[in-house]
């Protein structure tokens, strides 16, 4: 099966946010094919927590949490060590005070 262009998803994606009112911005763009991403979900309140995509318990393709809640400082310190390993890496900000992402949205699989 091929693989959505990671320069759509994340198109796709923020226009899942925006549906919802949800502002986003892309703080880094990776390769635009084949790039990872990386979320992280502000809440508004120093605190915030990243997401990456992983492996679920039947071993598909899932987004999990990369941290727990976290000050965004820590955040961006980690963010920016993914970056040192992983030019393609894609770093997209949502900013929302209930922590919403819609990252399990089946229509973004």
């Not at 946010?17 to 880094?28: D, K, P, Q, T």
């Not at 991403?37 to 318990?57: F, H, I, N, P």
């Amino acid at each position: 099966m091929d693989r959505l262009a990671t320069h759509l998803w994340v198109a796709a994606y923020r226009a899942r946010l925006e549906i919802e009112g949800v502002y986003s911005h892309i703080v880094h763009r990776g390769d635009a094919t084949a790039g990872a991403v990386m979320v992280k979900v502000a809440t508004m309140d120093g605190q915030s927590v990243l997401w990456e995509r992983g492996w679920d318990e039947h071993g598909g393709p899932a987004w999990v949490s990369a941290t727990a809640s976290i000050a965004e400082a820590d955040a961006d310190a980690q963010i920016a060590r993914a970056r040192s390993r992983d030019r393609d890496l894609w770093v997209i900000e949502v900013e929302d005070p209930r922590g919403r992402h819609f990252l399990d949205d089946p229509s973004l699989t």
